[in-house]
C-alpha cells in the first residue's frame, strides 16, 4: 500500500486533475507552466512533463496501483506529485502569456503560432 500523501500534496493532485480533464484549462496549464518567466519550465521540459501528464490524467481510484508502477521505475506518487508546478499569478493571466519554447499540445513553438 502506498505510503500516503501530506495534505498539500493530496490538494494538488487533486486540483491539478480537475483541471487537467478540461482541455483549455490544460493547455493554459501547460502554456504558463513552459513559460520561460516560470521557474520550473526547464525542470518540467527537461524530466517531469511526461511523468506529470501521467499522474494527472490517471483516476483518482488507482493511486496505489500507480505508485506501485512509478516505484518500479525508480519514482513514485509522492515525488512526481511534489514535481507538478505551482501557478504564478503574477503572469498567469498575462495576455502575453505563452513564451513557451513549444507547446506539446500542438507541436509548434511560440514564434510559429
Not at 496501483?65 to 493571466?93: K, T, Y
Request: proline fraction near 8%.
Amino acid at each position: 500500500m502506498m505510503k500516503r500523501l501530506l495534505y498539500q500534496d493530496e490538494a494538488r493532485l487533486e486540483y491539478g486533475r480537475r483541471f487537467w480533464r478540461d482541455p483549455v484549462k490544460r493547455e493554459r496549464l501547460l502554456r504558463h507552466w513552459l513559460d520561460v518567466r516560470h521557474p520550473y519550465s526547464d525542470r518540467l521540459r527537461e524530466r517531469w512533463l511526461p511523468l506529470v501528464d501521467r499522474v494527472l490524467r490517471s483516476p483518482p481510484g488507482g493511486d496505489d496501483a500507480l505508485d506501485a508502477a512509478l516505484q518500479a521505475e525508480g519514482s513514485s506518487l509522492r515525488a512526481v506529485v511534489r514535481e507538478i508546478p505551482p501557478v504564478f499569478g503574477s503572469f498567469f493571466n498575462d495576455p502575453g502569456h505563452g513564451r513557451a519554447a513549444s507547446s506539446p499540445a500542438n507541436g509548434t513553438s511560440s514564434d510559429e503560432a
